[in-house]
Structure formats: C-alpha cells, structure tokens
C-alpha cells in the first residue's frame, strides 16, 4: 500500500520569501511518479510539478522546485519569492506505474503575507 | 483550462435521492478518475477507468457507480443519498505518463 504524509498542516510565509514544505512517502515500487498540485480557495486542483523516480536530477518549474530523496523517501517543495497567489492548499502525490491510483497526503494550507 | 469538463457545476439534492456527475476527459485521455474531497479534507480516490475498463477502485460505496462510455466520457452515480455525501467530486483525466489532469469539480450539497 502506498502513503503518503505531509507533516506540516499549516504554513505561513512573507511575500518575496522561500518557503519548503515537506513531503515523505511510501512505496515498495521501483517505477512511480511523484506530484505537487495546488489547490487556491476556487477550489480547483493545479498541477505544479511532476518528478519521475527514475530520474536523479530535481524538477524545476519557474519559482517551483523539488528537492527529491529517493532512499529516504522524501520530496519536498520550495517555493521561492512567494507571492500573493500562491495562497493555496498543497498536496504531495504518488503514482505508482503498476497501480495507477494517485494517492494524496493530506495537504499543507500555504498563506502568503504581504 | 485542464480541458476536463465536468457538469453540473454545483448540484442541491434531498437526502435519499440520487444524482449523476458527468465528466467529459481531455481530448485523447483514456483514463478517468473520480475522487471525493469533503470540507476540509484530502482527495479520496474512488475508482478509475481505463478506454471503458474499471481498472483500480478505492473506498467508493456501494451505494455509488460509475462507468466510462465508448465516447470515454463518464459518469459517476450516487444514490439513497446521505448527508455526509455532501463534498466537491473531482474527475481527471490523464495519459499514460501519469500526470492527472482535474476538472473544476462538482459541489454536491445534499439537505
């Protein structure tokens, strides 16, 4: 069975600043992806960023980037110069490629302060 | 725009009643999923669809359906419907690389 927890229930950030949530994960799976989706209070969900296990460098998207541990099992998210609209809800996920459910954790609610 | 369309937007139904959700994929996305996320709440998963297949369910009631049509749209049917039915039901679409693509959403009050 796969897992997924995000420790960090709420986090709070200056606008221009860096922020990191953590993200750990369970898998006996060799082939999986992991994803970053946000969830701003429209309530849609928006995909921020994928990363595939097999592939050791970090993914980066604009102010977006991972930074992935496969042997410890660890993905978190750094958002740099934080900016209003980035208030939202952030979810870790897993993908394992033989299970093909998305599992979420349970999400980190981000404000950013101006 | 994810190009996932889901319909109604918002649905206002009785306890004991049952309704039907609608989800139109991504132009030449197979697989669909549907998820439930109530107040608060994570993403639950309830099952998956693959070119008109089941292929994974999760913790979906008995009392909900779904099925995917030769079009490859779906829908998700939930009857003797219950309070705590009430949440926002996700459709997404994706292809074989994984990434899930979400619809808006439909809001369920059920009174």
């Known amino acids: 069975a796969q897992t997924v927890t995000q420790s960090q229930p709420e986090m709070s950030v200056q606008e221009a600043e860096t922020v990191t949530l953590s993200c750990t994960y369970d898998?006996?799976?060799?082939?999986?992806?992991l994803f970053w989706y946000k969830q701003p209070p429209s309530r849609q969900m928006i995909l921020v960023i994928r990363?595939?296990?097999?592939?050791?460098q970090n993914a980066t998207e604009n102010r977006f980037s991972v930074n992935f541990q496969k042997a410890a099992k660890s993905f978190s998210l750094k958002i740099s110069d934080s900016q209003l609209g980035d208030t939202a809800m952030y979810f870790c996920?897993?993908?394992?490629?033989?299970?093909?459910?998305?599992?979420f954790g349970a999400g980190t609610t981000v404000t950013v302060r101006a | 725009d994810s190009g996932v369309t889901q319909t109604p937007k918002h649905l206002i139904t009785a306890t004991g009643q049952r309704v039907t959700l609608r989800c139109s994929p991504r132009?030449?996305?197979?697989?669909v999923y549907w998820y439930q996320q109530s107040l608060d709440q994570g993403l639950q998963f309830l099952i998956q669809?693959?070119?008109?297949?089941?292929?994974a369910k999760g913790n979906i009631l008995e009392r909900f359906s779904a099925q995917q049509f030769p079009d490859l749209h779906s829908e998700l049917n939930l009857s003797s419907l219950e309070l705590g039915d009430s949440a926002l039901y996700f459709c997404?679409?994706?292809?074989?690389?994984?990434?899930?693509?979400f619809g808006n959403g439909t809001r369920l009050t059920v009174t």
């Open positions: 898998t006996s799976e060799s082939n999986y992806y």
């Open positions: 669809y693959y070119n008109g297949e089941e292929r």
């Open positions: 132009s030449g996305d197979l697989s």
């Open positions: 996920a897993l993908l394992e490629r033989n299970d093909y459910k998305l599992s």
């Open positions: 997404a679409s994706s292809v074989v690389d994984g990434t899930l693509h």
């Open positions: 990363q595939e296990a097999y592939k050791q």
